[in-house]
């Protein structure tokens, strides 16, 4: 069965400074595998997602992920964080759903704190 | 852009009401979701729909029930509301399976 670990449910960084939020993930079959952010009160935005191909992948507002499929990670950076990047950051990855069907499942969440 | 329309941002209900939260999609998409979300569990699936008048329970379909008449719409109701259904409960569409979900705004329903 497909599962997503997120390792650290707050993360706090500086502002500029590394951003590094981590998801390890479980399935039986090659992943799908999704970032996602949300803003207080708010639905959940794609920043990103890797499905085949090329193993770094960019999203929007700067981050990307690689998918490593030796380690099952699948971690999201940006180079400098902003004060505007404080927001919760989901991992999902799709499963195989009894019946034929797909779904996404989603990591506890991961809160990043920017702080001056 | 796609859009997902959540009919209400919060809502207060009373114990043993029954309870519609209606969620509108306009990307014609065949897939709608319900989440429930809560502090340190991530978003957990209650039901899933991938047709018309179809519906596939998720992981914690206890206590809810949904209904897709046409296409854009998916509703979840509460049969009769209890405290521990206070939530964040979000709604999703995407276009085929397998495909990433895109979010309504969320509602935040608070049961008393």
């Known amino acids: 069965a497909q599962s997503v670990t997120q390792l650290g449910s707050h993360v706090s960084v500086s502002e500029g400074a590394l951003v590094l939020l981590r998801c390890n993930y479980s399935s039986s079959v090659p992943p799908y595998l999704f970032w996602y952010v949300q803003y207080p009160n708010q639905g959940l935005q794609l920043l990103l997602k890797y499905t085949t191909g090329a193993t770094l992948v960019k999203g929007i507002n700067g981050f990307e992920a690689e998918f490593k499929k030796s380690e099952t990670s699948f971690h999201l950076t940006k180079p400098s964080a902003h004060m505007s990047d404080a927001a919760e950051y989901f991992c999902a990855v799709i499963a195989m759903f009894s019946g034929g069907y797909n779904k996404l499942i989603f990591g506890a969440g991961t809160r990043l704190a920017v702080h001056p | ?112």
């Open chain 2, 1 to 112: 852009d796609v859009k997902v329309t959540q009919s209400s941002r919060y809502l207060v209900k009373r114990t043993g009401e029954k309870v519609f939260l209606e969620c509108v999609q306009d990307m014609d998409h065949e897939n709608m979701f319900w989440y429930r979300q809560d502090p340190g569990l991530g978003l957990r699936l209650i039901y899933f729909s991938y047709d018309v008048k179809m519906k596939e329970k998720g992981d914690i379909p206890e206590g809810y029930s949904v209904s897709r008449e046409k296409k854009e719409r998916f509703s979840l109701i509460l049969e009769s509301a209890s405290t521990n259904q206070t939530s964040m409960y979000l709604c999703a569409s995407s276009p085929r399976r397998g495909s990433e979900a895109f979010f309504g705004q969320g509602t935040r329903l608070t049961v008393v």
